[in-house]
């Protein structure tokens, strides 16, 4: 009874971040669900194409995530440290790099969209509509790494409400306008970014207003600093890198199932917004444990993070559990959801169940991944990830070489990433987490 009794502060604290984080979290990968559908009704060819353009487009904004991963716990640390106004600056500082990095990002992925999707060597038709999906959607870039580094601000700051309210509002546009410029106004797989985008730049808008605020309250300046732009920079070499790992992981299994053919692309697809869907609602205890773990390293707690870390571990292998039984459970009748092709819809309910058996797994990985995010220990994140990927490029070879078009290349081919990947992640931050290099207190890292 008395371990329970102490338990129960941490599983509050791990709570009041986790739940509106999963609300938030999950909100993406659902208008990813829901735009996934809507496009796939279209047919294969546009699914096909949302699939290749997705991939980088994903990419490009996975890579800049460390915009929201290196100022979560910067804030979170000088919170902890009872400094404020510097945390709220430190925020700041990282909505100016977010800004101009995604203005470059986005004139350079523009001009170079044809080059990206035809590296993918997909049909002339599906090349034709991932690159009009592309280009458009790079005039919401700039948007989108604006608010990853707001949010990260308002992690950092132990406040998951107001990115969860923002996000459900924003999606929740987002499906809307997507809707009624695919098939109200006729625009197709077109009409999809179009919607995306206008969303996007809503939501910054409100964000805006947000971050002015906090930094009216704390007394923080809202112009840029050399030094805290630097800082941003520094802090996320490493997470880039790491993130970078990540996707290169993600876009030779798109390489891989684009071998296999056009009905295995558009049905990888969806299985890998299934399991982005898994992923982001498992990662709301990552996010807990982000913030909770640089906040505490900021008081010098040891034993509470030590505590943090245990905890967040024992909810993410059992969430993983209940979300896996349920997407299992779900496979066999989950595809007329996604498409109305019979080709595809077939191939759908091994690969799904696959995901489902892999969630537990994932649960611990993305937890860990949190814990040493949160601790800035973003060196030995971007130095394994290269050893986790060298793992995975002869598994996914593999598929890509000798799976059949039968169902089982694309199955062999998700257990690669889901089974084989993640595991090989789950067994380089395990071994760092038992040791206690990476608890270094501090306001800075």
Same mark, same amino acid.
């Not at 080059?115 to 948007?143: D, K």
């Not at 919607?195 to 930094?215: C, L």
């Given at each position: 009874?008395?371990?329970?009794?102490?338990?129960?502060?941490?599983?509050?604290?791990?709570?009041?971040? =986790?739940?509106?984080?999963?609300?938030?979290?999950?909100?993406?990968?659902?208008?990813?669900?829901?735009?996934?559908?809507?496009?796939?009704?279209?047919?294969?060819?546009?699914?096909?194409?949302?699939?290749?353009?997705?991939?980088?487009?994903?990419?490009?904004?996975?890579?800049?995530?460390? %915009?929201?991963?290196?100022?979560?716990? @910067?804030?979170?640390?000088?919170?902890?440290?009872?400094?404020?106004?510097?945390?709220?600056?430190?925020?700041?500082?990282?909505?100016?790099?977010?800004?101009?990095?995604?203005?470059?990002?986005?004139?350079?992925?523009?001009?170079?969209?044809?080059?990206?999707?035809?590296?993918? /060597?997909?049909?002339?038709?599906?090349?034709?509509? +991932?690159?009009?999906?592309?280009?458009?959607?790079?005039?919401?870039?700039? #948007?989108?790494?604006?608010?990853?580094?707001?949010?990260?601000? %308002?992690?950092?700051?132990?406040?998951?409400?107001?990115?969860?309210?923002?996000?459900?509002?924003?999606?929740?546009?987002?499906? %809307?306008?997507?809707?009624?410029?695919?098939?109200?106004?006729?625009?197709?797989?077109?009409?999809? +970014?179009? /919607?995306?985008?206008?969303?996007?730049?809503?939501?910054? &808008?409100?964000?805006?207003?947000?971050?002015?605020?906090?930094?009216?309250? =704390?007394?923080?300046?809202?112009?840029?600093?050399?030094?805290?732009?630097?800082?941003?920079?520094?802090?996320?070499?490493?997470?880039?890198?790491?993130? #970078?790992?990540?996707?290169?992981?993600?876009?030779?299994?798109?390489?891989?199932?684009?071998?296999?053919?056009?009905?295995?692309?558009?049905?990888?697809?969806?299985?890998?917004? !299934?399991?982005?869907?898994?992923?982001?609602?498992?990662?709301?205890l990552a996010i807990a444990a982000q913030a909770l773990?640089?906040?505490?390293?900021?008081?010098?707690?040891?034993?509470?993070?030590?505590?943090?870390?245990?905890?967040?571990?024992?909810?993410? !292998?059992? &969430?993983?559990?209940?979300?896996?039984?349920?997407?299992?459970?779900?496979?066999?009748?989950?595809?007329?959801?996604?498409?109305?092709?019979?080709?595809?819809?077939?191939?759908?309910?091994?690969?799904?169940?696959?995901?489902?058996?892999?969630?537990?797994?994932?649960?611990?990985?993305?937890?860990?991944? /949190?814990?040493?995010?949160?601790?800035?220990?973003?060196?030995y994140l971007a130095l394994t990830g290269l050893v986790?990927?060298?793992?995975?490029?002869?598994?996914?070879?593999?598929?890509?070489?000798?799976?059949?078009?039968? /169902?089982?290349?694309?199955? @062999?081919?998700?257990? @690669?990433?889901?089974?084989?990947?993640?595991?090989?992640?789950?067994?380089?931050?395990?071994?760092?987490?038992?040791?206690?290099?990476?608890?270094?207190?501090? @306001?800075?890292?």
């Amino acid at each position: 009874m008395s371990t329970i009794l102490r338990r129960r502060p941490i599983d509050r604290e791990i709570l009041r971040l =986790a739940v509106p984080a999963l609300g938030a979290l999950v909100a993406e990968p659902v208008f990813l669900l829901a735009d996934s559908a809507m496009v796939g009704h279209l047919g294969v060819d546009p699914l096909a194409g949302l699939g290749i353009a997705s991939a980088v487009l994903q990419t490009v904004v996975g890579l800049m995530v460390f %915009l929201a991963y290196s100022t979560t716990p @910067a804030v979170a640390r000088r919170i902890g440290a009872g400094d404020l106004r510097g945390a709220v600056a430190a925020g700041v500082d990282g909505c100016w790099f977010a800004l101009a990095l995604g203005v470059v990002l986005a004139a350079a992925g523009f001009a170079a969209a044809p080059f990206l999707v035809g590296l993918f /060597g997909a049909s002339p038709s599906v090349t034709a509509r +991932a690159t009009q999906y592309l280009a458009l959607s790079m005039f919401g870039l700039p #948007a989108m790494l604006l608010v990853y580094a707001a949010t990260g601000l %308002l992690r950092g700051l132990q406040d998951t409400r107001t990115p969860l309210a923002v996000a459900v509002a924003g999606f929740g546009v987002n499906i %809307l306008l997507n809707y009624l410029f695919i098939y109200v106004a006729g625009l197709g797989i077109a009409g999809s +970014a179009l /919607g995306t985008v206008a969303a996007q730049w809503g939501m910054v &808008a409100v964000y805006v207003v947000i971050v002015v605020r906090h930094a009216r309250r =704390a007394g923080a300046s809202l112009l840029p600093h050399h030094s805290g732009l630097g800082r941003t920079a520094r802090s996320g070499g490493w997470l880039f890198l790491r993130t #970078a790992s990540l996707r290169a992981a993600m876009l030779l299994a798109v390489f891989c199932a684009t071998q296999l053919g056009p009905d295995e692309l558009a049905a990888f697809q969806v299985t890998m917004t !299934v399991f982005a869907t898994l992923a982001f609602a498992l990662d709301a205890l990552a996010i807990a444990a982000q913030a909770l773990i640089g906040k505490g390293l900021g008081e010098g707690d040891l034993e509470s993070v030590r505590a943090v870390l245990r905890r967040c571990l024992q909810w993410g !292998v059992g &969430a993983g559990v209940v979300l896996g039984l349920v997407t299992i459970a779900l496979s066999p009748v989950a595809a007329v959801v996604f498409t109305s092709d019979p080709s595809v819809a077939a191939l759908l309910p091994l690969s799904l169940a696959i995901v489902g058996v892999g969630a537990p797994l994932g649960g611990y990985v993305f937890v860990l991944d /949190g814990v040493l995010i949160g601790a800035g220990d973003a060196r030995y994140l971007a130095l394994t990830g290269l050893v986790n990927v060298a793992v995975f490029v002869p598994l996914a070879m593999a598929a890509a070489v000798l799976g059949g078009h039968d /169902g089982g290349g694309l199955a @062999a081919l998700t257990a @690669a990433f889901a089974i084989g990947y993640l595991g090989a992640r789950a067994v380089t931050l395990g071994l760092r987490a038992r040791g206690r290099r990476w608890m270094r207190a501090g @306001a800075t890292v």
